[in-house]
């Protein structure tokens, strides 16, 4: 009895070494400005060409600008990346959707909304957050450069096999909770180690209410754990979502692709090589206190103790540099900034959530609120819904599409030792730029919050 993991790598492998090691087979490339113009250059040196070009998308995301990208970058590394990526793609003819391409955005962002992205694909780029991408039921993880490098030379990788984990999450979630805090709720009870070695497969009655863009969430957070990947099985809420995408199988394709997309499942006695259960009622909204992604608490709950962690040391450090003490509530505390956007929440869902809540409200006046679409698509969108001119009056910026405030890596970053509450799935020391404070949480929180000009819970504003 096969998982459903064990289906996918098991039916892209090319051979198998002496070593123990596969030669896998790889469905989808995407690549970004960041990680692959070293690749192109180990091509160069070692005058190989490109295997199979028409497997690999690429757009730019990480470094570019979120305000005024009709204009030349002005930041020089970032222009220099964006500029590299171009002409790397142009020399190698790859597809490109490049700044003032409809398609660009978010590199797993695009993937998704596109049609690109379908179920049993293995599919990889040099972003470790490429684990998004399992919400549909494929193979997804990121890889480094020189992985970069020979998947363009062979379209494969030589891997060894991760060990299966499976996470059963049942019942119903409480009103205002999102897939989000689902995420930091395992994160928090895993730990930022707990997943390591393993491909983590999501299952149960909460998973499978879940939107498709609640499910690319969970996944997205997946290496937050230490996972390879996060992978949910393709159900008739995957099938929809793909349906009459752009680059979607079109009619008998189609059905041809629905037949074998319906037997992507874990078998009924397949075997997990761990397994861990959980109750939706006992999820809260979730905050993050400290400088990884597992170091969160319920919002009802007070920063831990040194005495209540496993690494003590840790704690300390991370609250120095937060300035925050044990034993004290994250709700009150009052923050400056909040960033609503990144691959784990930015989606057209997202910024529907945030436009409801914040509707005939305005931000609190010590408080910047950027709002980052996923992509053009997701831009598109919100305009045409008309979200665009609810978060304006209510004085969010509606930026355009880019990874922006997430990681840093180019213009919008937050001040050393400010708060920002943040949409994003990382709150490493200067993540948001150098001496930055991020405190991970939904963008439903977030945009409570910026009206407030303090974290609160949403759950006693909407009672």
């Known amino acids: 009895m096969k998982t459903l993991f064990d289906k996918i790598w098991d039916t892209h492998i090319v051979s198998k070494l002496e070593s123990g090691s596969d030669v896998l087979y790889i469905d989808r490339h995407f690549i970004h400005e960041v990680t692959s113009p070293q690749a192109f250059a180990g091509l160069r040196q070692r005058g190989l060409p490109i295997f199979r070009k028409e497997k690999i998308i690429a757009t730019a995301d990480h470094n570019v600008p979120t305000l005024n990208q009709h204009l030349p970058i002005s930041e020089k590394l970032s222009r220099h990346q964006v500029d590299t990526l171009i002409e790397n793609c142009k020399l190698n003819d790859i597809e490109l959707y490049g700044l003032g391409h409809p398609y660009q955005g978010i590199v797993h962002v695009i993937g998704p909304e596109l049609g690109i992205t379908r179920p049993g694909m293995t599919i990889v780029c040099g972003d470790s957050h490429t684990s998004t991408h399992g919400a549909f039921g494929c193979v997804a993880f990121g890889i480094g450069t020189s992985q970069i490098e020979q998947v363009m030379a062979t379209q494969c990788l030589i891997l060894n096999k991760p060990k299966t984990m499976r996470i059963n999450i049942e019942g119903i979630l409480q009103k205002d909770i999102s897939a989000k805090d689902i995420i930091l709720f395992i994160a928090s009870t895993l730990t930022t180690s707990g997943g390591t070695g393993y491909f983590i497969e999501y299952a149960g009655s909460t998973v499978r209410a879940l939107s498709m863009e609640a499910r690319m969430t969970i996944c997205n957070m997946s290496i937050e754990m230490g996972a390879r990947g996060g992978i949910i099985a393709p159900d008739e809420t995957t099938f929809k979502y793909i349906k009459g995408k752009p680059f979607a199988p079109k009619g008998a394709m189609y059905e041809q692709a629905l037949d074998y997309w319906k037997t992507l499942y874990s078998e009924k006695d397949a075997s997990f090589d761990k397994e861990y259960h959980f109750n939706a009622a006992d999820i809260e909204p979730m905050l993050t206190y400290g400088t990884n992604p597992g170091m969160g608490i319920k919002i009802s709950q007070t920063i831990p103790h040194v005495q209540e962690v496993n690494n003590p040391l840790e704690l300390e450090k991370s609250l120095a540099y937060m300035g925050l003490k044990s034993g004290i509530p994250l709700v009150g505390l009052p923050i400056n900034y ?99 404070r991020t405190i991970l949480g939904s963008p439903l929180t977030a945009a409570a919050s910026a009206i407030a000009g303090k974290i609160v819970d949403i759950r006693t504003i909407n009672s």
């Open 338 to 436: 909040v960033f609503i956007g990144s691959c784990t929440n930015s989606r057209i869902e997202d910024l529907r959530i945030v436009a409801e809540y914040v509707k005939d409200k305005q931000k609190a006046p010590n408080v910047q609120a950027m709002i980052v679409p996923g992509s053009k698509q997701v831009e598109r969108q919100a305009k045409a819904e008309g979200l665009d001119k609810i978060l304006e009056a209510a004085g969010f910026e509606l930026r355009e599409p880019g990874c922006s405030a997430c990681l840093g890596m180019n213009e919008d970053k937050i001040p050393p030792g400010e708060y920002c509450l943040s949409t994003s799935n990382r709150n490493y020391e200067g993540r948001q730029g150098p001496g930055a």
